[in-house]
């Protein structure tokens, strides 16, 4: 996708985490796997799951994950705790790379495995429920230089809207921007972005397909606040680019019942 700030592809493992109201750390053992081939791309892979084990030892419960994989093979997780809880910190304690396969005629096979000790921290505050944030988009899959734009965006308490694009392991912030720091949102409308007003300025969506792939697996994530935070305004205005640590702990300063988030995926193919 591409904006006037052209804006390229997407996918990383977010953890939606909260830094008021945590109970003590825990210190878990976890070990993650993944049968990804690329062996970069799977070193990211089995830490995630690492990570959401960790937690799932911790919180007990299973937590809600969305796996793609880009076409740069790079597979990540989307993770959202319920419970919210933050990892933070964690240690890397042995890998371990399998081959599944040991004929000689067949390609190998690989199995990347990690054991990491893990700093879990668990929320004692939990989501509102009351405060819930629906958005569609116009397509769920894109051509080259067609126009995406997140619909019916509605929210049940006034809210600001932040929304922002994923590249690789770096967030590029597409509201706020040059025009406007927040989408101010109330639960008797229903908006749409961009809106007529930016779309005259020049502010556009566009699928633009990663140079060498025929599609792209991206997506886009919104922030709905409650309360009007300039901290969390500013970080995202004074950074074009931003990478995942940081972005994480800038949310985390935002209360967990005060924040909602939603995750709009689609797919861009080369061609009209």
């Given amino acids: ?14 953890l939606i985490a909260l830094t008021d109201g945590f109970a003590q750390s825990e210190k878990v053992t976890a070990i993650g796997l993944s049968l990804n081939q690329n062996i ?21 419960v299973n937590i809600k994950s969305s796996t793609f994989i880009t076409s740069h093979q790079l597979s990540s997780d989307i993770v959202i705790a319920e419970t ?17 396969e040991k004929q000689r005629d067949k390609e190998p096979y690989l199995r990347t495995i990690v054991n990491m000790e893990v700093t879990v921290k668990e929320s004692e505050i939990g989501p509102d429920r009351d405060f819930q944030l ?37 967030l ?20 749409k972005f961009p809106t007529d007003d930016l779309k005259s300025r020049g502010l556009l969506l566009i699928a633009d397909t990663s140079e060498g792939n025929e599609y792209d697996n ?44 939603k995750i709009l995926d689609y797919e861009t193919h080369k061609g009209k």
């Fill in 1 to 14: 996708m591409k904006t006037i700030y052209q804006i390229p592809f997407l996918i990383i493992f977010i």
């Fill in 218 to 261: 991206e997506q886009l994530l919104l922030i709905a606040t409650k309360v009007n935070n300039s901290i969390f305004t500013n970080f995202l205005l004074e950074n074009d680019s931003i990478n995942i640590e940081a972005f994480s702990r800038e949310l985390m300063r935002i209360p967990l019942d005060s924040r909602v988030v």
């Fill in 134 to 170: 629906q958005a569609d988009l116009n397509k769920q899959i894109f051509h080259d230089n067609e126009e995406i734009v997140i619909e019916n965006i509605q929210i049940t308490k006034p809210a600001y809207l932040f929304i922002v694009y994923i590249n690789g392991e770096r």
């Fill in 40 to 60: 970069k791309d799977a070193i990211i892979e089995a830490k995630n799951d690492a990570k959401r084990k960790a937690i799932e030892k911790v919180a007990g």
């Fill in 172 to 191: 590029i912030p597409i509201v706020p921007n040059n025009y406007i720091k927040y989408l101010r949102l109330t639960p008797e409308e229903i908006i």
């Fill in 84 to 100: 919210m809880a933050e990892i933070e910190s964690y240690n890397v304690i042995e890998w371990k790379v399998e081959n599944l």
